[in-house]
């Protein structure tokens, strides 16, 4: 079982940034998972932002975050982070980090397009105004 929390949810202006943590319980692999973060807004489905596999050598994005956000997760470290820059409006969401186990050279690429994850955070909300 892995116990995720994510945190640094926050309302700023279009054009500001803004950084998420997802914190892993003890005792978590980082090697041994795909950690991604999703967003969901009232009304739609979740969709995948970006997610990193390989102890973070390897990240993909969606292409509405692809040159904005930034995953990442250090060597050594139980955390996940996102850098958010140029944030706009239509990236309001709930933002939620994720974790899979690896199952096969292509299993994150192919969970992190379909949603299909094992562990879920409860969520931190980001709020861009225009």
């Known amino acids: 079982q892995v116990r995720l929390v994510e945190s640094g949810g926050d309302s700023v202006q279009a054009g500001g940034s803004l950084r998420l943590s997802c914190e892993a319980s003890s005792g978590y692999s980082y090697y041994l998972f795909c950690m991604a973060w999703f967003r969901q807004t009232p009304g739609k489905e979740r969709a995948g932002g970006a997610a990193t596999w390989r102890g973070g050598r390897t990240t993909h994005y969606a292409t509405s975050v692809e040159g904005r956000f930034t995953i990442s997760q250090p060597n050594g470290q139980n955390r996940l982070y996102l850098e958010m820059t140029m944030l706009k409006p239509e990236d309001t969401a709930m933002y939620y980090c994720?974790?899979?186990?690896?199952?096969?050279?292509?299993?994150?690429?192919?969970?992190?397009?379909?949603?299909?994850?094992?562990?879920w955070g409860q969520g931190t909300q980001v709020t861009v105004s225009s």
């Open positions: 994720a974790a899979a186990p690896i199952r096969s050279d292509s299993s994150c690429d192919q969970d992190f397009r379909n949603g299909r994850f094992d562990y």
